[in-house]
């Protein structure tokens, strides 16, 4: 009868929130840490009771050499010179190329305020065969997607560690990430095009209060060219077999180029056995598309109102 039964406050809620068997409530909120001089938004997961307890925090600020160890193995970071190994730290990563891994908040309200990470999905996993194998994939833990890096992973949260992860073998964005009930990984990946071309060193530091800023990364950011990185131009909804990783189904458009969408997207397996797929265009606002196995589309949904 819409009255609440109760709220909780939180600074934001970002892509997902989900429910699993019990009734827990599982979302992706944030936190604000400075790091190398920044003003850095990192990923907070936190689980609440049904009655609205928190029960539950992880937030990556905390495990971020960890975190950085695993994007490290990305398409995204293959062509810098050193590999995290060779580092002292994450700092002496990240300078290598700092506009790969600091980007701008979207809709920011904080001067020279960045991000580090964009988780958006969760799957609290099932009962499910892959466990038999990877030990990671036990019932309870969460699959989650690490967007920007073509990267997703498992995180146990008895460890609260990312116990396993898998790559796409293309530069490219991430949404949804989900186990279906045959064990295998659907993700919707997204067209990249907005990522090529780096961040330009003069509009990362244009709202910056200068005197709050790491001096020595200051002189890294304004003498690293910004240097162009293929990425994905197109859409596709992807499945894999996380055993192999080997890539089993994959829908794009045909041609390929013409499914763009930089922002946003999901998709999700039918009991039919068709694939249900999201996306957002500048072109054609919102559209929904089901697809069956041999990639016929037999329903589209485009909504009336587009939103610029």
């Known amino acids: 009868d819409m009255n609440y039964l109760w709220k909780i406050p939180l600074n934001t809620v970002t892509h997902e929130v989900t429910v699993d068997e019990n009734g827990s409530i599982y979302l992706f909120s944030d936190e604000r840490h400075k790091f190398m001089g920044f003003n850095i938004v990192f990923d907070v997961l936190e689980i609440y009771s049904r009655e609205g307890k928190l029960i539950y925090k992880w937030c990556l600020y905390d495990h971020l050499e960890e975190y950085i160890s695993i994007i490290s193995k990305s398409e995204w970071c293959k062509y810098l010179p050193l590999s995290y190994s060779q580092c002292k730290s994450a700092k002496e990563y990240i300078l290598q190329d700092p506009g790969i891994f600091l980007f701008p908040r979207f809709m920011n309200s904080t001067p020279c305020e960045f991000e580090i990470s964009h988780f958006n999905s969760i799957q609290v996993l099932p009962e499910n065969k892959n466990s038999e194998k990877i030990p990671a994939f036990k ?37 949804t990430p ?30 910056c209060d200068s005197s709050l800023l790491d001096k020595e990364l200051v002189k890294v950011f304004q003498k690293h060219p ?12 992807t499945e894999y077999d996380p055993l192999t990783n080997a890539k089993i189904w994959e829908y794009t458009a045909s041609p390929k180029e013409t499914f763009q969408a930089l922002f946003v997207g999901s998709c999700q397996r039918l009991e039919n056995g068709n694939t249900l797929i999201c996306s957002t265009t500048e072109k054609e606002g919102g559209r929904v598309i089901e697809v069956t196995p041999e990639k016929k589309i037999v329903w589209v949904y485009t909504p009336p109102e587009k939103d610029p």
């Open 139 to 175: 019932k309870g833990n969460l699959l989650i997607s690490l967007n920007v890096y073509a990267c997703y992973g498992i995180l146990d949260t008895t460890s609260g560690k990312i116990e396993w992860a898998a790559y796409t073998p293309e530069r490219t964005s991430l949404h």
């Open 226 to 237: 910004v240097e162009p990185q293929k990425a994905k131009q197109y859409v596709s909804v």
């Open 178 to 207: 989900v186990m279906t009930n045959k064990g295998t990984i659907l993700i919707y990946q997204n067209s990249a095009e907005y990522i090529v071309h780096g961040n330009p060193v003069g509009e990362m530091f244009k709202d």
